[in-house]
């Protein structure tokens, strides 16, 4: 048996367990206004992130279409701040 470091046994682990999704969604939603702005945080009442699908909830309307215009952008900034591809898709509601 390999020896691993304690990183690695815990990437392991939740590559293993499935729970780096989880983990991820957890951060992303403690961290979301470092991720996407203070504007943008301030006015997105939930995320949920679910199979690399994010989806983004709003009530604002302008918001709503800067975020359906900058998908590719805001997908582009998530997996660069977590160096990963965390997120395949972006839906906004």
Known sequence: M???SIGEALNLLLEKSNWKSKVHELRMRQEWEDIAGKTIS???RNINLF???LTIY???APLKMELQLGKEQLKQTINEYFKERVVEEIVVK
Request: hydrophobic letters at 15%; proline letters at 0%.
């Open 2 to 4: 390999g020896s691993y």
């Open 42 to 44: 301030k006015y997105t």
């Open 51 to 53: 199979n690399k699908v």
């Open 58 to 60: 709003t009530d604002v």
